[in-house]
């Protein structure tokens, strides 16, 4: 059974950092890139960043780079998400989602989503 297991949000201020952690099992790490969505209330889910484990390659959001940093350790088949300089509009529900190649047309498995609040 695939699992992803979304964990790290939280309520922060503005200017603050978060680091969310997605655990995948059910599948071997590197067959699909795996990353996050979100969805901010009254608004479509989107993608957010995405790594592929096989061979390190990223996607950002063009409004999250320069902020945000996605990473993989592969040995505990997990991914991470550095979310710093948070900003009000990242205010969202993230899932952890693959495949992931920044569209959710193209997501198979979704893990269950983590709120991530900034305040002003």
Known sequence: EVQL???GGGLVQAGGSLRLSCAASGFAFDDYAIGWFRQAPGK???GVSCISSSD???YYADSVKGRFTISSDNAKNTVY???NSLK???TAVY???APC???VAGVYYWGQGT???VSS
């Open 88 to 90: 009000p509009e990242d």
């Open 81 to 83: 998400l550095q979310m």
């Open 95 to 97: 899932y952890c989602a």
């Open 44 to 46: 479509e889910r989107a």
């Open 5 to 7: 297991q979304a964990s």
């Open 101 to 103: 190649y920044g569209v």
């Open 56 to 58: 390190g390659s990223t």
């Open 115 to 117: 709120q991530v609040t």
